[in-house]
DNA sequence: ATGGGTGCAAAGTGTTTGCAAGTAT
DNA sequence: ATACTTGCAAACACTTTGCACCCAT
């Protein structure tokens, strides 16, 4: 790997998906960070997460319409919600028997897996039973 | 639901996603279908897998790049190779029991999950140890 | 000093939409 | 006959890239 440096914007990327627990897209990290750094651009918003989920320093995960990003915890699952569009992290535990498990039937090299639950949240209940 | 009718384009996208089984993206789906119908357009085959989903015939998974389709055959969970790319259907048992703990634990409605696993398929490992 | 990183604008992807014409019911 | 659907092209949203300048190491 090639020696990374640890740029002002990099360390400001870093730091505020790392100081949200709501799973901001690219484009909400992009909309915080200029509030920081009115001069600070998409793309280097882009290039940093590319290279930080490189990093294993954060978590992108694939939803409707764009990738969320989240620091990185330990594994765990998320919920999106169909009404709102929310992402809520689930209490499961992470099961990571099943890698082994599917590994050892198919002789694939498995290092994880990512499960997205669907559903409606609380608050769209409520609303719904008005 | 409004009434909907069953075109020829529909029907033929429909059975080109049920007799492939390598998970063909939109794209994908569009080359095969212009074999048999020089005529078709991509905004039908994009349109008719949005409706097919909708009705629950066909599944579409979130992947790198794009959304990969297939027919609906039961509850089951995928593998994306990191290598290569190619996506393949695990023979692990689709676990429902997590989606009630889940709507025990948060109060939500869970009504599915969908899991990706990750890592290195066969062929690429071969072709690793070369 | 040197090569990774930035900001800008332009170019890509993958997907959606407006509209007039076509067609399943 | 009605209104859902099609094909086309243009529009979109999200992301990536080329390039000249900049700055962390």
Chains 1, 2 share one sequence.
Not at 72 to 101: E, M, Q
């Amino acid at each position: 790997m090639k020696a990374q440096r640890n740029t002002k914007q990099r360390q400001l990327i870093l730091w505020i998906v790392s100081n949200r627990h709501d799973h901001p897209t690219a484009e909400q990290i992009y909309l915080e960070a200029k509030t920081k750094n009115k001069k600070i651009s998409r793309s280097t918003v882009y290039r940093n997460l590319g290279i930080l989920v490189a990093q294993g320093k954060i978590i992108q995960t694939k939803m409707p319409t764009s990738d969320h990003f989240e620091a990185v915890i330990k594994d765990h699952y998320h919920f999106v919600c169909s009404k709102c569009g929310a992402i809520f992290d689930t209490p499961l535990d992470y099961d990571s028997t099943i890698n082994d498990s599917l590994a050892e039937k198919t002789g694939f090299v498995v290092t994880k897996h990512r499960t997205v639950f669907e559903g409606i949240c609380a608050e769209c209940l409520k609303k719904e039973s008005k």
